[in-house]
């Protein structure tokens, strides 16, 4: 690949070790800008491991993670949202009492610079900032179709429209890297047609780059410019979505091996 | 979402909690100034109001944060008596005016209780469920002791402060010994009033609410809701819980003023683990985030015991026993759902999902 081109995400044999045991090992992968990136792998492969590896819920035994070019190393979760990464969940984890506009207001918080002391006294930047995230949020939410359920609560939402607002909130950060964990996860094969020209609409109207793990091969395929294949904490293969269909690597990671004769 | 017709659940929540405040306020001052209420309850109107304030208080930490402190008496007691030296020194002084000197020391009091909210809360945050429970509660143990082991002077050459004895004071005779030791702070001019009760409870609910709808109130509900998740979009958990508790203990600060300025004798066992418990009961009953539920919980658990005292030596069993009655009729859902479709009878046919937020 072209050395100049500038990457959001690049990581150097990133890995950690639980105890004697490689959850991830020798991870590499470079994500360029408005790329879609897919990580697939059987379950267990330690896919979720490098999202809180890239997250800093864990801190990685080796290697190192740069997002735009600049070191992570130090950073903690927090600070991370502010350097541009943002998340969802493989298990939804959305904040259940809040409302659904109030959901996505949390995650502008730190874009928000009133204090405590205007907030008790309401002091005009206050209602200033606070109308200007609603607006914020609602037009987040109309990505989904979902500026109508805005003072709804979260918990009350279905399913598929759960897993549509964790991607607004996340959204709402102003990434430049949106990690999506199995966000097709129990939707039906409408709504995962739908949730993918919505991943790519995301892309070309926030202009980020997206890496995305998925068992829906349909989704990965369909939608990603390059993909990491993982096994047992390890890189088995990378590539386009044609390399990495007709791989035997591949393939025999999902399917196991043929017999010889 | 321009029209004002559809106001948000908290904002209805908040109109109908400063409603009924203001209501009962109303109700309780003509019958008390009309001289139709007894001694007996005269007596409790304050407070009635400084335990709804620790209510409330209380309730910023275990239903808006989502952390059990069993440690609030220990706030209360730091306020109590910071506040009270600020007015006991002011009258030494010559301060005359009983309200000036009250206002004073409710804003010392909550000032001491924000400092001591701050220094305890910069270890016991950072555990969680009852290991934070369990060290409140030791903390506020050593509040209650340090004090007790207090003694503090005030002459004409300022302050005199001990740890070990009372006799620090060159001039007996014109000096105003404040603390005691374990007696406490004597002969205490009583300048609480229902009025002042009554506003300091509206300004805490106030802040209170006002604390929900902004930023900071949205991220420690979502740490609540959701720790990982909140951090994931870079919420700063310690920060905001600090804050948060910070805030809780400088109205528990607060309301030991308003309450130990109703005495005459102020004494730190007083602010020991039952009054803790008691507040904490107070918001379990009323619901955890409910702050009307935890007002309403608060007076009536206050007036309780003395309706009671009929009974004599039955009387906190029976206590007990109405404690434990309200705790399995409010969580039971048939019961709820027949209260409910009275309350719908009754009152506007309104839709289901109209109820309130709190849930016990």
Known sequence: ?261 | MKKMKNLTKAQKSSSLTYAVVIVAFAIMFALKTSGSLSSKMTGMLVPICAYIVMAVSLNLVVGIMGDLSLGHAGFMSVGAFAGTIAIVSMQYNGVESAGLRLVVGIIVGAIAGAIIGFLIGIPVLRLNGDYLAIVTLAFAEIIKVLIQNMYLDLDENGFHFSMVENTNTTNLETARLIIEGPMGIRGITKISTFVAGFILVMVVLIVIFHFMSSRTGRAVMSIRDNRIAAESVGIPIFKYKITTFTLSAAMAGAAGVLFANNYSTLISAKFNIDTSILVLVFVVLGGQGNMLGSIIAATALTILPEILRGFSDYRMLIYAIILIAVMLISNNSQLKAAFDGLLIKLKLKKAPDEEEGGKA
Not at chain 1, 4 to 25: D, M, Q, R, T
Not at chain 1, 129 to 144: D, V
Not at chain 1, 207 to 229: F, K, P, Q
């Open chain 1, 1 to 261: 690949m072209d050395d100049n081109k500038k990457y959001v995400l690049e990581c150097e044999n990133l890995g950690i070790v639980f105890g004697g045991l490689a959850a991830v090992n020798d991870f590499n992968v470079k994500i360029g800008e408005k790329q879609v990136y897919g990580l697939i792998g059987p379950n267990g492969a330690g896919k979720t491991t490098v999202f809180n590896l890239l997250t800093k819920v864990y801190e990685p035994t080796s290697g190192s993670i740069k997002l735009n070019g600049v070191d992570t190393k130090g950073q903690t979760t927090v600070s991370l949202s502010k350097m541009g990464i943002a998340r969802t969940f493989q298990n939804i984890r959305l904040f259940s009492n809040l409302t659904v506009a109030e959901n996505v207001m949390v995650a502008m918080n730190q874009n928000m610079k009133y204090s405590l002391f205007e907030s008790t006294f309401r002091l005009p930047r206050y209602w200033k900032e606070e109308k200007a995230a609603r607006a914020k949020a609602l037009e987040l939410l109309s990505i989904f179709d979902m500026q109508d359920f805005a003072d709804v609560k979260a918990s009350s939402l279905p399913y598929g429209a759960q897993r549509r607002l964790e991607i607004t909130r996340a959204l709402a950060t102003n990434p430049s890297l949106l990690l999506l964990d199995e966000p097709a996860a129990g939707m039906n094969p409408a709504e995962t047609a739908e949730l993918m020209h919505n991943i790519g609409k995301i892309r070309d109207e926030f202009g980020i780059s997206i890496l995305l793990i998925e068992h829906d091969m349909s989704l990965v395929m369909g939608i990603c410019d390059e993909i990491t294949v993982l096994n047992f904490g390890m890189v088995i293969a990378q590539g386009t979505p044609a390399e990495i269909q007709s791989n035997p690597v591949v393939i025999e990671a999902y399917l196991g091996k043929q017999k010889e004769d």
